[in-house]
Nanobody
Framework: QVQLVESGGGLVQAGGSLRLSCAAS????????MAWYRQAPGKQRELVAA???????NYADSVKGRFTISRDNAKKTVYLQMNSLKPEDTAVYYC???????????????WGRGTQVTVSS
């Protein structure tokens, strides 16, 4: 079992920056990819950024050039550096990790509880 705890959310003015962190604990030996999603009221949850075990990254078009995802494997933590924030970035941000179960030879997804990010005009 894996537990994820997000931190770093809060209120920031447009144009400002915020850094989210997500720390994994529990059965974290075989963490594969890590990602950040977000969900605004009345909208679908969307992928914001993802990073593989090898460090390759993918970003939603809406955040390219503004957000940066990174990971610290020793700390079992994934980060999301958010710069040039816009009001439309306002959402609950969720951390997700993919863990390999070596016994069953299959992957499982684990989600954090989410952290609120609010960007004011």
């Amino acid at each position: 079992q894996v537990q994820l705890v997000e931190s770093g959310g809060g209120l920031v003015q447009a144009g400002g920056s915020l850094r989210l962190s997500c720390a994994a604990s529990g059965s974290t030996t075989n963490i594969n990819s890590m990602a950040w999603y977000r969900q605004a009221p009345g909208k679908q949850r969307e992928l914001v950024a993802a990073i593989t075990s090898g460090g390759s990254t993918n970003y939603a078009d809406s955040v390219k050039g503004r957000f940066t995802i990174s990971r610290d494997n020793a700390k079992k933590t994934v980060y999301l550096q958010m710069n040039s924030l816009k009001p439309e970035d306002t959402a609950v941000y969720y951390c997700k990790v993919v863990v390999l179960d070596t016994y069953y030879a299959r992957f499982s997804d684990y989600w954090g509880r989410g952290t609120q990010v609010t960007v004011s005009s």
